[in-house]
Nanobody
């Protein structure tokens, strides 16, 4: 089993930047894909960015060119650099990891984009 702890959320003005971090512990040697999802009340959780073994990345259309996902295997950490933030990026952001075909989620971190 994998445990995930996110950090880095907060309040930022439109056009600003934030970097989210997600530290993994537990059965980390078997982790394949890692990524970030986000969710607003009453709406389904949506994929934001995924990075898989080998460094292949996939992004939601709404964040392409603004967000960058990266992974530091030595630190067992995945990052989400968010630039040019928009009010519609406001959500709770969740870290995700897939290990041995089982998914694990972090507790979530709030990102609020507002002036």
């Amino acid at each position: 089993q994998v445990q995930l702890v996110e950090s880095g959320g907060g309040l930022v003005q439109p056009g600003g930047s934030l970097r989210l971090s997600c530290a993994a512990s537990g059965s980390i040697n078997s982790i394949g894909a890692m990524g970030w999802f986000r969710q607003n009340p009453g709406k389904p959780r949506e994929s934001v960015a995924i990075i898989i073994s080998g460094g292949i990345r996939n992004y939601a259309e709404s964040v392409k060119g603004r967000f960058t996902i990266s992974r530091d295997n030595a630190k067992n950490t995945v990052y989400l650099q968010m630039n040019s933030l928009k009010p519609e990026d406001t959500a709770v952001y969740y870290c995700y990891a897939n290990s041995n075909s089982m998914g694990s989620w972090g507790q979530g971190t709030q990102v609020t984009v507002s002036s």
